[in-house]
């Protein structure tokens, strides 16, 4: 005698907003480090990135400095849903890069899920978030620079993954 089990689960604001919150610590980190971005960017970040998830609207987000248009330390998180793998902790965020002329950044990247949308219905989501993103050109690596992925935050069946800008 076998007995099996089918289970389900939708994604929800709490998982989104869980997967934000470590998104939100290692950006403190980074404040911690480099002195940006401030608590109020901060919420802000975790507002865009809990409407997103939760919409599906997300492919990729990187936070960070640049200088003359390349990354000087920056995160890439990127979304997967229906990847089963272990919640990892916040953290280790790189630490001593010279931001000296540098800027804080933010680029990111929509789904197809949010393409798909009509323009009205993108309209209604964009006033909802209180970043107010614009086209824009994305930074480059730099010579001798690579993602490196480090960390992987799960939560209701979507990942998020995250990698760092490392020098090769």
């Not at 089990?5 to 709490?14: A, D, L």
């Not at 998104?23 to 970040?45: C, E, H, K, N």
């Not at 107010?132 to 935050?153: C, F, H, I, M």
Request: proline share 2%.
């Amino acid at each position: 005698m076998s007995t099996t089990y089918t289970t389900s689960s939708t994604f929800t604001r709490t998982h989104a907003r869980y997967l934000a919150s470590k998104v939100a610590a290692d950006l403190r980190q980074m404040r911690l480090f480099y002195g940006r971005p401030s608590d109020t960017d901060i919420d802000d970040y975790v507002e865009e990135l809990t409407e997103l998830l939760v919409g599906g609207y997300l492919y990729s987000v990187d936070y960070g400095f640049r200088r003359d248009d390349c990354w000087v330390v920056a995160l890439n998180y990127f979304v997967e849903n229906g990847v089963l793998v272990a919640d990892e902790r916040a953290g280790r965020v790189p630490r001593g890069a010279n931001v000296n002329g540098a800027g804080w950044y933010s680029h990111l990247r929509y789904s197809s899920k949010w393409l798909a949308l009509s323009e009205s219905e993108r309209k209604r989501i964009e006033n909802s978030i209180p970043i107010k993103r614009v086209t824009a050109s994305e930074p480059q690596l730099g010579a001798g620079n690579v993602w490196v992925e480090d960390k992987t935050y799960t939560n209701g069946g979507t990942s998020i993954r995250r990698r760092t800008l490392k020098a090769s």
